[in-house]
């Protein structure tokens, strides 16, 4: 009986044993992945902001500037593109969709970004573009690869539809998660005019009062390391109209902020992110340390079982050999 | 010899469960019919 369970614990203790490294090294990297059908909206704020007024072309002071930005999975081009390249990918269309004061329109920018699922690396199958200009990209947008590193990353930007590094700044403290912060800043550079803008305004009619947008960034992103996700994130964002070929002409501030995410957008992307967090810990960590573990307390309980029964087999043989006595003293008047 | 044998069975079933697991993958869901915003919205 005791041999039999210790065969099935050995057994078992086996299956944990390898079922721990098979979970870490061979399920983790499959079965994680960005969900394609994922639609998620964040709510950007600039109080205090520098706005360009188009009616006179002059900067205004305004209260706030509001910027919403929505993210939606599109899972029937992420099978297309599936079935075209082999590869799990995802694809997001965005909208960044910046409000004055008022709610009105101060210019929305549709992007479509393709990218692999598990690696977060950009995939050029067609379609991706900024403004319905075909980009190609070569960082990260938006979301860092699961597993962060303390390196720096290629981050895409969208202004100037170029890829940069964002520098690994330091690990920080941010409502009670360890996370990852980075930075990149974006020098003054000559960056294409929003198709939408209000008025009715067009890239070509900005182009004909002979202004061109300039914009310089300081972009900021406090990064969850398990997940991968931005748990908060913030601009110091400058734009400007520039006169075309008149350096001496003063520049228009079309745009001047400290962009920050909404505080209550803050509280339900850390809401998010910590339950994210703890299916990417179950299968990175708790559940292949667990199973080890397991696998060796079922292997030593394996090993203690088969001793006894080697024992327990081994005093069976003995009885066997010497004729069946049990080591008592003989009865008295026996054998004398 | 019987160990070895438990030892196999225990080695091909925690094969066969991880690539049983792996083979599904997670659901890719579906497109939300939600629209891409251009209004501000009151809360999460």
Known sequence: MCRRASLILLAFAVFFAVLAPLLRWYAFPRLAKVPAGRY?????????????DYS????????RITMTETLKGNVERAREVKDETGRDVVVWDTLTFVAGPDGAMVSKIPERYVFDAHSQQPVHAGGEHVDGTPVQRDGIEFKWPFLVRKRDYQYFDMQTRTSAPIHYRGTRRFHGLD??????????????VPQALPLGLTPESIRQLGLERWYTTKRMFWVDPTTGAPVNGEEVHQEEMRWTGH??????TAFAGHVKMRPDYVDSTVALVTSQRRLVLLMTSWLPWGFLGLGGALFALALVLEARSRRARAQTADMSHDGGKTGLPPPAGVGR | MRALVAAVIGVAAAFALVLTVTAIGPPSGRTSPKPLLTTVPAHP
Do not use: H
């Open chain 1, 179 to 192: 996370v990852y912060y980075f930075e990149q800043t974006v020098p003054w550079t000559r960056v294409p």
């Open chain 1, 247 to 252: 350096p001496e002409k003063k520049p228009i």
């Open chain 1, 40 to 52: 998620q909206t964040v709510v950007l704020e600039a109080k205090d902001a520098t706005l360009i």
């Open chain 1, 56 to 63: 006179t072309l002059e900067p205004r002071k305004v209260s």
